[in-house]
């Protein structure tokens, strides 16, 4: 999309997905603390692997007491640098992780949420079992005020407990026991708790939704994942502490109720006017995926074809907007059902709208949530693009009920496993409800190429990553759990092939259901499945260099007299003479990759041949004939490739005589490398690698003018548009923009304003008209003008797919008259689609009073609701006139958004980025250092660092690209050649 966010960081697109933040990595220096004061050991290696046990008994204790004065200083310094319990006393156990030395089998949770007074009443009751023996139980708990706690023994005998602690910091609760708990026995433990419905879009929290008559609706709704089951009940919220859950819950007569399982029993409470529903028991899971709403909302339902019934619940003002999801999770789940292989275990499936929801829509088994914008779908008014995004949330979620709920992370560490999958899943899920909408070409535009723009980074991180603490967790919803999970698993497709890839997936399913896994289980069932077919691929080798190290490989080739010579090393984008060469090196893999080396040639440019670059680089003999080569056919392997000069003279030639020689993807593919390669880069031996000549690739963005498929069109606008982001300061910017006009001038003339063709070809036309309009293109700007006007006067009526681009340009270029316009559509529509619309539309001002106020309305959760905020500071951030008031309203309002969001939310990262990754200047780069300098970014701390690392490279990009990329602009384009218009504001 043009005015997108910058190439070097993941660009999200128009859609939800509240995937860029990123954040340190867990230092697991406190993972050595080990005796403690409760009486019971433990043994340090069970306290970061999980599912190991916990080794804790009285006679270890003893041993403790006589380990001599070193350890005595230990406990001492551990005693001395932990924060106390509430009540002043010394919190027992130091590690933020739970022992496991006793775990949960059956929760029996009871809530009674009052949604007037935000007051919760709880009461929870957990069968335990003892693994060890112990005289303490830890569990989390956050926010909750615990009014009564009991411990009892098989046939009802108490426990008496002689200590209750509470400690905040790490949102644990600590009973010491006067008696030992025995290896191998059940206990009842039960806790009483008030609490309050939250604030934020985290735990049990309150939303609402204006109906039909004008008056404000409330609902009561949960968003656990990852760590805030913890704030609705006490549990060991952990992953890997798996229990089954019962539910009960009291409402009022007026509201529904919906649980993880299907309603068994509705009881009115006599005198109270209440009613208390219960709940059929769950399946054993994990605490993060347990869910329950109250409301009012309506709902439509189907039963599939394997006997699941499907509902979509929504406000009754959007009910008529849940047909397509109906319809399409109906296909998808009868999909997985048979491309998994195993039944869906759940008696009923639903998938509910919430009116405010912090991510785009999350999995909890049997009751999936979801922003409104990723659920509702009404023909009359949502894009093609926004009906897309639904498909594949959709379709995203349901793959997470095997991969994720049925078989879960050990531990978020391998957070990949589900997000990765789910994220690769998502395109062949909706490829089965939507065959035509190209959706295996699309991986390569919204996964892969995201992912190898953020992994060139420095501060990227591998994707199995230790991590500990709320704020580690959060920080790994990232592109590189996503997108580079899901574009590895691609590459593993690749190369093993569909059929038994979907094998190897059924056996992992099949293997691990109702259990935890880590990678290495899923590489064990993919080994069983290849050798099953004589197969002897080392999958766990080959994978290893993929998931234990960040970055990827560049592969650098020559060919000479029919000879090829390929070579590997990491890439990344970096300043000259500033990185370590060596530093990179530090690593057990050295920074080398099993690349799985694909081609096509000028003499052979339908039969793909493949050689394995194993850790090492490879020669080969293609033919002394042969003109050209295209090296990773289809991008299907996850690194970058170089050609020498005379290759990329070859394809530069190819693309600009024959483009339809080579598929729409390897298009898409040469735009993205040679683009990216222009950057200055480093490998692990080279602290300097040099760059290609932007002039280069400008040479080969020539061919665009014969291009008409949307992948490589949308590869190119995304880093055309990120070299005009690049040249705002200078000169060459009005000429860079009327090269891209000149480029995209007899595709604007082709396409129109029709909304006709395939999806792609829509999907494509509403690129190209936004590209034309950002141009300055005269006569798009008319048109969106006119329409708009049209619009606003008389409620003509816009097609979908032209509303992006007829809203942005009408307030863009129109008065605070049309701003206002948007403003009451925005308050009063009750389609979500258009709501987001609005909101990005309202971006566009060029009014700095308009703008300023639309800034400071992210402050008023009344005006723009929290979910919303970060899409206003994308947006505001994208538009040149917004950059600086979008940073400065931060940086003036940091407190506030800091503590709204909190320090462990994915967003925050994600809003730094925002308002920071556009800046090109070193004078910019200074303010972000020095503000960032003295405050605490919490969960945003990578995303910081990598907004930072952005900006170097953009300064550095100028000192290489300016002269050349100016000089190339000169001579091509000629004020005389296009028309560009003056912004007439
Ligand atoms: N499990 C996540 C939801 C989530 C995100 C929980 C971040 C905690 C933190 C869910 O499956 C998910 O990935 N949702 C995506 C949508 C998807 C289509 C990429 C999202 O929320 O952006
Ligand atoms: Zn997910």
């Known amino acids: 999309m043009p005015g997108d966010m910058t190439r070097l960081v993941s660009s999200e697109e128009n859609k939800d997905l509240p995937l860029s933040s990123y954040n340190t990595l867990g230092s697991d220096s406190d993972i050595s603390r080990s005796p403690n004061e409760s009486g019971f050991m433990v043994n340090k290696r069970a306290m970061y692997e999980p599912g190991a046990v916990m080794v804790c008994s009285q006679k270890r204790a003893c041993c403790v007491v006589s380990m001599g004065f070193a350890a005595i200083i230990a406990v001492a310094l551990i005693v001395a640098f932990t924060k106390p319990a509430t009540n002043g006393e010394e919190f027992p156990w130091t590690d933020v992780r739970l022992p496991f030395h006793v775990r949960p089998l059956y929760y029996n949770i009871s809530l009674h949420p009052n949604l007037t007074t935000r007051h919760v009443e709880g009461h929870v009751t957990i069968k335990l079992t003892a693994i060890e023996e112990t005289t303490a139980i830890i569990i989390h708990g956050h926010d909750l005020n615990i009014t009564d706690y009991s411990l009892n023994?098989?046939?009802?005998?108490?426990?008496?407990?002689?200590?209750?602690?509470?400690?905040?910091?790490?949102?644990?609760?600590?009973?010491?026991?006067?008696?030992?708990?025995?290896?191998?026995?059940?206990?009842?433990?039960?806790?009483?708790y008030k609490t309050t419905l939250k604030e934020g879009l985290e735990g049990f929290y309150l939303s609402s939704y204006i109906n039909a008559d004008g008056e404000r609706r409330y609902l009561a709704t949960t968003h656990?994942?990852?760590?805030?089951?913890?704030?609705?009940?006490?549990?060991?919220?952990?992953?890997?502490?798996?229990?089954?859950?019962?539910?009960?819950?009291?409402?009022?007569?007026?509201?529904?109720?919906?649980?993880?399982?299907?309603?068994?029993?509705?009881?009115?409470?006599?005198?109270?006017?209440?009613?208390?529903?219960?709940?059929?028991?769950?399946?054993?899971?994990?605490?993060?995926?347990?869910?329950?709403?109250?409301?009012?909302?309506?709902?439509?339902?189907?039963?599939?074809?394997?006997?699941?019934s499907l509902s979509v619940y929504a406000p009754p003002t959007m009910i008529d907007q849940a047909g397509y999801a109906l319809q399409v999770a109906s296909h998808i789940f009868d999909f997985y059902q048979d491309f998994f292989g195993i039944k869906y275990p759940l008696p009923k499936q639903d998938l509910i709208a919430i009116p405010d929801f912090g991510a785009g829509a999350m999995e909890n088994w049997g009751l999936i949530t979801y922003r409104e914008t990723a659920l509702m779908f009404d023909a009359n008014h949502t894009s093609s693009w926004a009906q897309q995004g639904v498909a594949v949330v959709i379709a995203h979620e349901l793959a997470h009920q095997w991969f994720g709920n049925l078989v879960t992370m050990s531990w978020w560490s391998d957070l990949w496993l589900n997000e990765g999958f789910a994220s690769f899943m998502e395109n062949i899920g909706t490829k089965a409800a939507q065959p035509g909408w190209a959706m295996e070409e699309q991986f390569l535009v919204d996964k892969m190429q995201p992912a190898l723009a953020l992994d060139a980074l420095l501060?990227?991180?591998?994707?199995?990553?230790?991590?500990?603490?709320?704020?580690?967790?959060?920080?790994?919803?990232?592109?590189?759990?996503?997108?580079?999970?899901?574009?590895?698993?691609?590459?593993?497709?690749?190369?093993?092939?569909?059929?038994?890839?979907?094998?190897?997936?059924?056996?992992?399913?099949?293997?691990?259901?109702?259990?935890?896994?880590?990678?290495?289980?899923?590489?064990?069932?993919?080994?069983?499945?290849?050798?099953?077919?004589?197969?002897?691929?080392?999958?766990?080798?080959?994978?290893?260099?993929?998931?234990?190290?960040?970055?990827?490989?560049?592969?650098?080739?020559?060919?000479?007299?029919?000879?090829?010579?390929?070579?590997?090393?990491?890439?990344?984008?970096?300043?000259?003479?500033?990185?370590?060469?060596?530093?990179?090196?530090?690593?057990?893999?050295?920074?080398?990759?099993?690349?799985?080396?694909?081609?096509?040639?000028?003499?052979?440019?339908h039969e793909q041949a493949m050689h394995w670059m194993n850790l090492s680089d490879v020669e080969f003999e293609v033919g002394k004939d042969v003109k050209?080569?295209?090296?990773?056919?289809?991008?299907?392997?996850?690194?970058?490739?170089?050609?020498?000069?005379?290759?990329w003279a070859g394809l530069i030639s190819l693309l600009r005589n024959n483009h339809t020689a080579l598929s729409s993807a390897d298009r898409a593919n040469l735009v993205d490398d040679i683009f990216t390669l222009v950057n200055p880069f480093c490998t692990a031996t080279q602290s300097w690698a040099g760059t290609i000549n932007g002039s280069l690739a400008l040479e080969l963005s020539l061919y665009l003018k014969n291009?008409?498929?949307?992948?490589?069109?949308?590869?190119?606008?995304?880093?055309?548009?990120?070299?005009?982001?690049?040249?705002?300061?200078?000169?060459?910017?009005?000429?860079?923009?009327?090269?891209?006009?000149?480029?995209?001038?007899?595709?604007?003339?082709?396409?129109?304003?029709?909304?006709?063709?395939?999806?792609?070809?829509?999907?494509?036309?509403?690129?190209?008209?936004?590209?034309?309009?950002?141009?300055?293109?005269?006569?798009?700007?008319?048109?969106?003008?006119?329409?708009?006007?049209?619009?606003?006067?008389?409620?003509?009526?816009?097609?979908?797919?032209?509303?992006?681009?007829?809203?942005?340009?009408?307030?863009?270029?129109?008065?605070?008259?049309?701003?206002?316009?948007?403003?009451?559509?925005?308050?009063?529509?009750?389609?979500?689609?258009?709501?987001?619309?609005?909101?990005?539309?309202?971006?566009?001002?060029?009014?700095?009073?308009?703008?300023?106020?639309?800034?400071?309305?992210?402050?008023?959760?009344?005006?723009?609701?929290?979910?919303?905020?970060?899409?206003?500071?994308?947006?505001?951030?994208?538009?040149?006139?917004?950059?600086?008031?979008?940073?400065?309203?931060?940086?003036?309002?940091?407190?506030?958004?800091?503590?709204?969001?909190?320090?462990?939310?994915?967003?925050?990262g994600s809003i730094i980025k925002a308002v920071t990754s556009t800046f090109t200047s070193a004078f910019d780069l200074g303010e972000v250092e020095s503000f960032f300098k003295d405050v605490s970014v919490g969960s945003g701390e990578r995303a910081l660092a990598q907004a930072l690392e952005t900006i170097r490279l953009h300064i550095q990009w100028h000192e290489h690209n300016l002269d050349d990329v100016s000089h190339w602009l000169n001579q091509r384009v000629t004020p005389a050649k296009t028309q560009v218009e003056v912004d007439p504001q």
């Open 153 to 192: 023994k098989k046939y009802g005998k108490p426990i008496e407990i002689l200590k209750f602690l509470v400690y905040p910091p790490h949102q644990q609760l600590y009973l010491g026991l006067n008696e030992i708990l025995r290896r191998g026995s059940n206990y009842t433990l039960r806790l009483k």
């Open 224 to 308: 656990f994942e990852p760590t805030s089951a913890r704030a609705a009940f006490p549990c060991f919220d952990e992953p890997h502490m798996k229990a089954q859950f019962f539910l009960s819950l009291v409402r009022e007569p007026q509201h529904i109720a919906l649980f993880n399982m299907p309603l068994q029993d509705s009881v009115p409470l006599q005198d109270t006017g209440l009613v208390m529903d219960s709940f059929e028991e769950s399946k054993i899971m994990s605490t993060y995926l347990v869910a329950f709403v109250v409301c009012d909302y309506k709902s439509v339902s189907n039963m599939t074809r394997h006997n699941i």
């Open 459 to 605: 501060a990227s991180h591998p994707i199995s990553t230790p991590v500990k603490d709320p704020a580690q967790i959060e920080s790994i919803f990232d592109t590189i759990s996503y997108k580079k999970g899901a574009s590895i698993i691609s590459m593993l497709e690749s190369f093993i092939g569909h059929k038994m890839l979907a094998e190897g997936l059924q056996l992992y399913l099949r293997e691990n259901e109702f259990g935890n896994a880590a990678t290495d289980d899923l590489w064990a069932a993919l080994t069983k499945v290849t050798k099953k077919h004589n197969n002897e691929l080392d999958i766990k080798g080959i994978m290893d260099t993929w998931t234990l190290q960040a970055g990827f490989p560049l592969v650098s080739v020559t060919l000479q007299d029919g000879h090829i010579l390929a070579t590997q090393a990491r890439f990344v984008v970096c300043e000259e003479n500033v990185t370590d060469p060596n530093e990179p090196l530090n690593t057990t893999i050295g920074y080398r990759w099993h690349v799985p080396l694909t081609y096509i040639t000028s003499e052979q440019p």
């Open 628 to 647: 050209w080569v295209k090296f990773n056919v289809g991008q299907r392997g996850f690194f970058r490739v170089s050609y020498d000069a005379a290759g």
């Open 707 to 908: 291009e008409t498929r949307y992948i490589p069109w949308h590869t190119a606008l995304e880093h055309l548009f990120q070299w005009v982001r690049l040249l705002f300061n200078y000169p060459a910017h009005t000429q860079m923009l009327q090269y891209i006009h000149t480029l995209i001038i007899p595709h604007y003339k082709r396409i129109g304003w029709n909304n006709t063709g395939t999806h792609l070809e829509r999907l494509l036309r509403s690129k190209i008209l936004s590209a034309a309009v950002y141009c300055g293109d005269t006569h798009a700007i008319q048109e969106a003008k006119r329409m708009f006007h049209d619009w606003r006067i008389n409620g003509t009526f816009i097609h979908p797919n032209l509303r992006a681009v007829v809203y942005r340009t009408g307030v863009r270029y129109g008065t605070e008259e049309d701003w206002r316009h948007c403003w009451k559509v925005y308050n009063t529509s009750t389609i979500p689609s258009e709501k987001k619309l609005m909101l990005k539309a309202m971006a566009q001002t060029q009014n700095p009073w308009l703008m300023q106020q639309f800034l400071e309305y992210t402050l008023d959760s009344t005006k723009i609701r929290q979910q919303d905020v970060l899409t206003v500071l994308q947006e505001v951030s994208k538009n040149p006139s917004g950059r600086f008031p979008a940073w400065r309203m931060v940086r003036q309002h940091w407190a506030q958004i800091s503590r709204q969001f909190g320090q462990g939310s994915f967003t925050i």
